[in-house]
């Protein structure tokens, strides 16, 4: 789970990370009473969840009322990369001399925590990353026991941050590694952690984003999800019945059970020339009335031309997935869109003997089903 | 004829009154396994489908003689059972549990290196040596016995490519699911290396996924160490970067790493054929035996 900007600023400002002051609006109003607030200039940035929001006009710098009208204006109801801005940030502008950048994720290939620091703040850290991978000095941390603040220090040194910063720097990175610790991080970013002529440093951007899987003991974390922050209402209703989601380009709707077993249909639908409208997992176990809701959810997308069925049962039922489709289908007078259906693994031979014949196409490899809903796609297709 | 289990295994099931636990230990006894013991807190001296259940796993494995353990507990309590099955002596503790919040998979991490215990998982279906025993949730009917390792990220991927192995007669050493975790106890490297050192395993199957670099490192660990023949799968070839394919593994980085083409280009080059369908892979594994 992403946080927004506003959001993780909060949380890290709440464990000490030094940040500028802001306050959130909605509306010009709210957004000019904000700056007065605060004093100008300021900035007035889009809390929407997409990198790149400055190169695409979503953060705008106003240094009295009349240019913090017309930001607000241009910014607030705008589509930014297909989201819809309906919040800014109203954020003192900080007067900066130099940018820094400092963060701590899972290393998933060492298994470890790791912090990491790079005099290159301020730009794309995953560029950097990519082509002077040494510009960023990287210290990995024992889990059980925490990052110490020597390593913070090392790591600090090691990036030949200027020395009159290295304290302050490195007690940032400590504090950012305890919350990243303590509130389940996958990721908490600064970049850029901004250094004033003062000589100070201040947190001017914030990322933190959560393991989904440890929200349950992450209750203050869980409460600002914002069911909106994807942008797509097919992954919000999604969200809704509980199901693992993608939505592709194509016009294939394809569900199954298993991760690797749906990416495989996905991959095989291109394989045999057509084009995966959807990833949708039902997951383990799934009864009739999940498997309806799955149904349900493909034929909402608008795009989907043909659907394909690929169950190979463990603990999920052949028998309990061909009544949900028997139910769900059953409701239409007219099919909505061809549903071809491979049922194999558990109870496969009793699903069979179950499922409507009349209402799916049915076939008995996973090839052969992907191609009829492949050919069928493109039926639909030429029909329109 | 297999690597990990066998018919002498002697397996404790942890969470074994739990819906889950009960049903599968039912599945695996079915299937033959000599599943000896249950450990739940608090539900010592019950018995599960005429199993003992104790309240430690310590004392399971005191009383029962138990040396692996398959851990079927609820996400938040699953690190905590997995560092229970790390204290004892067992040889071998399998983790079903999908779900396990990653920084403690982090500290079970740590924890393994300290231990002479093996993991398996955790959100993995668990192995099999078919015709001997099953630790897992796996459909015991689709695996035939025979001379073919399999080493797989995702549970339901390993039923489509065992099923058709099976139809063309070519059974199984044994299949370990290893799960689609960020972080997990054996990887695929370590799967490779007991099939390598298995004298009946004759040819092996490896199924991964986008995500990481598991499957770079399985790539120059073969190129280096294993003679045995390998044919590979990568799921995953349609995924938009950044989105989740559901295992919480499986997520192509923003940066272009972990894709499936540098794990295809990183198998082929180690020489092993990446097939573009799990029946292009059973063909493959046909030519090698």
């Given at each position: 789970m992403k946080l927004h900007e506003y959001q993780a600023k909060q949380v890290f400002a709440d464990a000490g990370v030094p940040t500028p002051a802001s306050t959130l609006a909605s509306d010009v109003d709210g957004v000019l009473a904000a700056a007065d607030e605060i004093g100008y200039p300021v900035a007035i940035k889009a809390q929407v969840q997409v990198g790149g929001r400055g190169k695409a006009g979503g953060i705008k710098l106003a240094e009295d009322a009349d240019e913090a009208r017309d930001a607000a204006e241009s910014i607030l109801g705008m589509d930014l990369k297909g989201y819809h801005v309906d919040r800014v940030l109203v954020e003192e502008a900080v007067d900066f001399v130099n940018e820094l950048y400092v963060g701590v994720t899972m290393d998933r290939g060492e298994g470890k925590p790791v912090a990491m620091v790079s005099t290159?703040?301020?730009?794309?850290i995953e560029q950097v990353a990519e082509?002077?991978?040494?510009a960023i000095a990287r210290e990995h941390v024992d889990p059980a026991f925490g990052m110490h603040p020597y390593q913070a220090r090392k790591a600090v040194y090691d990036a030949d941050v200027d020395p009159d910063l290295a304290l302050d720097v490195a007690g940032v990175l400590t504090t950012l590694y305890d919350l990243w610790d303590d509130r389940d991080g996958s990721d908490a970013e600064i970049n850029p952690l901004m250094v004033t002529s003062d000589g100070e440093v201040i947190a001017a951007d914030a990322v933190m984003n959560i393991d989904e899987d440890a929200l349950f003991r992450q209750p203050e974390i869980a409460e600002m999800?914002?069911?909106?922050?994807?942008?797509d209402e097919l992954e919000q209703k999604a969200d809704e019945y509980d199901f693992d989601y993608v939505r592709l380009e194509g016009n294939v709707g394809i569900i199954g059970n298993g991760a690797g077993l749906v990416m495989t249909t996905l991959d095989l639908v291109d394989h045999y020339g057509g084009k995966p409208a959807n990833f949708l997992d039902v997951g383990g176990g799934a009864k009739a009335e999940r498997i309806a809701n799955a149904l349900d959810m493909v034929f909402s997308d608008e795009n989907v031309d043909s659907v394909v069925f690929n169950i190979f049962g463990g603990i999920t039922r052949g028998d309990e997935v061909a009544k949900g489709i028997n139910e769900a289908l059953g409701?239409?007078?007219?099919?909505p869109k061809p549903v071809v259906v491979r049922l194999a693994g558990t109870n496969w031979e009793e699903g069979m003997e179950i499922l409507n014949e009349d209402l799916v196409t049915v076939e008995q490899t996973l090839e052969d089903a992907v191609q009829r809903a492949v050919a069928y796609a493109e039926d639909e297709e030429g029909d329109q | 004829m297999s690597v990990l289990v066998d018919d002498d295994t002697r397996v404790v099931v942890q969470g074994i009154t739990g819906g889950e636990g009960k049903f599968h230990a039912g599945q695996m006894l079915e299937y033959g396994t000599n599943v000896v013991a249950g450990a739940v807190p608090g539900k010592g001296g019950q018995e599960v489908h005429g199993v003992p259940v104790y309240d430690t796993v310590d004392e399971a494995v005191e009383e029962e003689d138990a040396d692996a353990s398959v851990i079927f507990v609820p996400p938040a309590f699953a690190a905590d059972a997995i560092f229970e099955a790390l204290d004892t002596d067992l040889d071998l503790a399998v983790a079903i549990t999908e779900g396990v919040p990653t920084q403690d998979m982090a500290k079970v991490n740590k924890r393994l290196t300290e231990t002479d215990t093996r993991l398996i998982g955790p959100n993995c279906p668990g192995l099999i040596t078919p015709g001997e025993a099953k630790l897992g949730?796996?459909?015991?009917?689709i695996f035939a016995e025979g001379d073919v390792g399999l080493v797989s990220r995702s549970g339901t991927l390993t039923y489509q490519v065992v099923d058709s192995l099976t139809q063309r007669g070519i059974g199984q050493t044994t299949a370990i699911g290893i799960g689609g975790d960020p972080i997990i106890g054996t990887d695929f490297v370590d799967a490779l290396e007991l099939f390598e050192n298995d004298p009946d395993t004759k040819a092996i199957v490896m199924c991964g996924e986008i995500g990481g670099e598991d499957e770079e490192e399985a790539a120059a660990y073969i190129d280096e160490h294993v003679e045995t023949p390998v044919a590979g799968f990568i799921a995953g070839r349609t995924a938009p970067p950044g989105k989740r394919m559901g295992h919480a593994g499986a997520i192509v980085s923003g940066s272009g790493t972990g894709t499936a083409e540098s794990k295809i280009d990183a198998l082929n080059d180690a020489g092993v054929p990446v097939g573009d369908t799990p029946e292009e892979v059973a063909d493959q594994i046909e030519s090698f035996l």
């Open positions: 290159k703040g301020g730009v794309d082509e002077t991978p040494e999800e914002d069911e909106a922050a994807s942008g409701q239409f007078d007219e099919i | 949730i796996l459909p015991g009917n």
